[in-house]
């Protein structure tokens, strides 16, 4: 951040110094900058954020034709209402004591004394679509009047996560800015001033240690900062944010050119994902005891954002898969970054400096293309990749990609043995692949005995005979492995080869040649035995029979005279 001078060009006033807090406390009494205007310079919607020049007060409602003021956004985009427990014991606060400088101060309920206790919190951001600029307009109903109201509006970036005893407040983390406002003058000479979080380095408390609230404290001017108190009391008609009437000195609001502030520079992507706003108890002392607290988490910049997830055609794990982003139309141009797909399937930005999600932060408006640098093996990129698309300012773009499993294919292959030279087998017969994943698939070979199924995950597939043709048996089921991105169309399955066994019928008979003259018991192996009818004659028929019995068969025939 550049350090500017008085008489700089383009009129901005700012001076940032490095004092001591005694110092600068002593320095901030003597320092009394009014709002020259109720429009900041370069308002897209004229905005009436600080104290009219006619009616030299603040108040919600349009005093001059042609500008907004609360009333006109109320609703709109942008716009954010935060209703805030009053006057109760269960008010959330920094608990009494916190130091400013902890990175996690604890949250309680507290009863806050009135003139610092919160009602209605209300802001309101837009962007100059010609110079970039970021505006933050903020309003704040306390309880009771407060002559000279202080405040604090800290902007947080939420790259470090949240605080782990206080639940849905995030890490103070470096780089986030404190706005420390103070109403002074019953609210007509509003003074801003702007400090960062640091990791190391002197702090504003000077006997504090690192990360803090650093030393470097920034003066905003006129120009780029503005704001007032209601002199006057507004009824309920004229207060659209919480509809009660007020009296002198409850409502405060102020408006801040955020980009002139170099709290989010021009032309840089720099977002803030949550804001605390603060009463604070004194004026002029930045670090002065904490109040009533409100917890706005509604984004502020105009930073754009990927989210990638991935899943696989089959359900299986993408883990492992990397993507990267390029800005521009195609995958030639610069790089913005990586992020690689863990178990569930979302896809964890590489450097860390953001949590999941999104995969990409930070991202300025424009054209980017993304494309899978590393797939998982055993699958083809999603069809649509690479992916072009067009980001506005402050979208958050959700893409979701399906990657093909590469499947494979098995030849079957089908010979018959001692097949009749003079005569072609028959060597159509039925087939049944049971895949790596159970799934049954059903096929015939053709007259030559050739047949193929693809579309098979990778991995054992078992070929099972399930209908070998007439006077052949089945062949032993073959277990296979399918390789993927294979296929029929190219022949370049796995193969997997039956020989089918002629089939043999057996019958032994017996004839009494004097009808009931004898009875006969036959008995082949271990089939049942057959005996002769009254006459003596009979027979034992055995079909189907392998030649895959080395000792062969062996039939008894016992006749019984």
Same mark, same amino acid.
């Given at each position: 951040?550049?350090?500017?001078?008085? +008489?700089?060009?383009?009129?901005?006033?700012?001076?940032?110094?490095?004092?001591?807090?005694?110092?600068?406390?002593?320095?901030?009494?003597?320092?009394?900058?009014?709002?020259?205007?109720?429009?900041?310079?370069?308002?897209?919607?004229?905005? *009436?954020?600080?104290?009219?020049?006619?009616?030299? $007060?603040?108040?919600?409602?349009?005093?001059?034709?042609?500008?907004?003021?609360?009333?006109?956004?109320?609703?709109?985009?942008?716009?954010?209402?935060?209703?805030?427990?009053?006057?109760?014991?269960?008010?959330?606060?920094?608990?009494?004591?916190?130091?400013?400088?902890?990175?996690?101060? /604890?949250?309680?309920?507290?009863?806050?004394?009135?003139?610092?206790? &919160?009602?209605?919190?209300?802001?309101?951001? *837009?962007?100059?679509?010609?110079?970039?600029?970021?505006?933050?307009?903020?309003?704040?109903?306390?309880?009771?009047?407060?002559?000279? !109201?202080?405040?604090?509006?800290?902007?947080?970036?939420?790259?470090?996560?949240?605080?782990?005893?206080?639940? +849905?407040?995030?890490?103070?983390?470096?780089?986030?800015?404190?706005?420390?406002?103070?109403?002074?003058?019953?609210?007509?000479?509003?003074?801003?001033?702007?400090?960062?979080?640091?990791?190391?380095?002197?702090? &504003?408390?000077?006997?504090?240690?690192?990360?803090?609230?650093?030393? %470097?404290?920034? *003066?905003?001017?006129?120009?780029?900062?503005?704001?007032?108190?209601?002199?006057?009391?507004?009824?309920?008609?004229?207060?659209?944010?919480?509809?009660?009437?007020?009296?002198?000195?409850?409502?405060?609001?102020?408006?801040?050119?955020?980009?002139?502030?170099? =709290?989010?520079?021009?032309?840089?992507?720099?977002? &803030?994902?949550?804001?605390?706003?603060?009463?604070?108890?004194?004026?002029?002392?930045?670090?002065?005891?904490?109040?009533?607290?409100?917890?706005?988490?509604?984004?502020?910049?105009?930073?754009?954002?990927?989210?990638?997830?991935?899943? +696989?055609?089959?359900?299986?794990?993408?883990?492992?898969?990397?993507? %990267?982003?390029? *800005?521009?139309?195609?995958?030639?141009? /610069?790089?913005?970054?990586?992020?690689?797909?863990? !178990?569930?399937?979302?896809?964890?930005?590489?450097?860390?400096?953001?949590?999941?999600?999104?995969?990409?932060?930070? $991202?300025?408006?424009?054209?980017?293309?993304?494309?899978?640098?590393?797939?998982?093996?055993?699958?083809?990129?999603?069809?649509?990749?690479? &992916?072009?698309?067009?980001? @506005?300012?402050?979208?958050?773009?959700?893409?979701?990609?399906?990657?093909?499993?590469?499947?494979? @294919?098995?030849?079957?292959?089908?010979?018959?043995?001692?097949?009749?030279?003079?005569?072609?087998?028959?060597?159509?017969?039925?087939?049944?692949?049971?895949?790596?994943?159970?799934?049954?698939?059903?096929?015939?070979?053709?007259?030559?005995?050739?047949?193929?199924?693809?579309?098979?995950?990778?991995?054992?597939?078992?070929?099972?005979?399930?209908?070998?043709?007439?006077?052949?048996?089945?062949?032993?089921?073959?277990?296979?492995?399918?390789?993927?991105?294979?296929?029929? /169309?190219? !022949?370049?399955?796995?193969?997997?080869?039956?020989?089918?066994?002629?089939?043999?019928?057996?019958?032994?008979?017996?004839?009494?040649?004097?009808?009931?003259?004898?009875?006969?018991?036959?008995?082949?192996?271990?089939?049942?035995?057959?005996?002769?009818?009254?006459?003596?004659? +009979?027979?034992? %028929?055995?079909?189907?029979?392998?030649?895959?019995?080395?000792?062969?068969?062996?039939?008894? =025939?016992?006749?019984?005279?």
């Amino acid at each position: 951040m550049a350090t500017r001078v008085l +008489g700089q060009t383009g009129g901005r006033r700012r001076r940032r110094f490095l004092l001591a807090p005694i110092v600068l406390v002593l320095l901030l009494a003597l320092l009394v900058i009014s709002s020259a205007s109720g429009v900041l310079p370069g308002s897209p919607s004229s905005f *009436e954020s600080g104290n009219d020049p006619t009616l030299g $007060l603040g108040n919600m409602v349009v005093t001059t034709a042609g500008n907004t003021d609360w009333e006109s956004v109320v609703g709109e985009a942008g716009y954010v209402h935060l209703p805030d427990t009053a006057a109760s014991n269960s008010d959330d606060s920094f608990t009494p004591g916190s130091k400013q400088d902890e990175v996690c101060p /604890t949250i309680e309920g507290h009863k806050n004394p009135p003139k610092d206790d &919160f009602t209605d919190v209300a802001s309101f951001t *837009e962007k100059n679509a010609t110079t970039g600029d970021v505006y933050l307009y903020g309003a704040t109903i306390r309880y009771a009047s407060n002559g000279n !109201a202080s405040e604090n509006i800290e902007l947080k970036q939420g790259t470090s996560g949240e605080c782990a005893g206080s639940p +849905g407040l995030l890490e103070r983390t470096p780089g986030d800015k404190l706005i420390a406002i103070d109403y002074l003058g019953g609210g007509s000479a509003p003074e801003f001033h702007v400090l960062t979080w640091v990791a190391s380095g002197p702090c &504003f408390v000077s006997n504090h240690p690192a990360p803090c609230w650093g030393a %470097t404290v920034l *003066e905003l001017d006129p120009a780029e900062a503005e704001g007032g108190v209601n002199a006057s009391p507004i009824t309920a008609a004229d207060n659209p944010i919480s509809g009660v009437a007020l009296k002198a000195g409850q409502f405060a609001e102020f408006g801040v050119n955020l980009s002139d502030a170099d =709290i989010i520079p021009p032309g840089a992507c720099k977002g &803030f994902s949550q804001t605390i706003w603060e009463s604070r108890s004194a004026g002029s002392s930045f670090v002065s005891s904490t109040k009533d607290i409100s917890i706005d988490n509604h984004d502020i910049n105009t930073c754009a954002s990927v989210t990638v997830t991935k899943v +696989g055609s089959d359900g299986g794990s993408q883990a492992g898969a990397e993507f %990267t982003l390029y *800005e521009g139309a195609d995958t030639t141009g /610069t790089p913005v970054g990586t992020c690689t797909v863990d !178990a569930a399937g979302d896809c964890v930005n590489d450097d860390g400096t953001t949590d999941f999600p999104p995969s990409f932060a930070e $991202l300025q408006p424009g054209q980017y293309t993304i494309d899978e640098t590393v797939v998982p093996a055993g699958y083809d990129p999603d069809p649509d990749l690479p &992916f072009t698309f067009t980001l @506005a300012e402050s979208q958050n773009l959700e893409l979701e990609f399906t990657d093909i499993l590469q499947t494979g @294919a098995i030849t079957i292959v089908k010979t018959a043995k001692h097949a009749d030279p003079n005569s072609s087998p028959n060597l159509v017969a039925g087939f049944t692949v049971t895949d790596s994943d159970d799934g049954t698939h059903t096929t015939s070979t053709d007259a030559d005995g050739n047949a193929c199924v693809d579309g098979l995950p990778p991995g054992e597939a078992t070929v099972s005979e399930t209908g070998p043709p007439a006077g052949y048996s089945a062949g032993p089921d073959v277990t296979v492995t399918v390789a993927g991105n294979t296929t029929c /169309t190219n !022949a370049d399955g796995v193969v997997a080869s039956f020989e089918n066994i002629p089939l043999t019928d057996l019958t032994v008979s017996v004839d009494s040649q004097v009808d009931g003259g004898t009875a006969s018991t036959i008995t082949c192996g271990s089939e049942p035995t057959a005996t002769t009818d009254p006459d003596g004659d +009979g027979s034992l %028929t055995l079909t189907n029979l392998e030649p895959n019995d080395p000792d062969g068969i062996v039939c008894t =025939i016992v006749i019984d005279p």
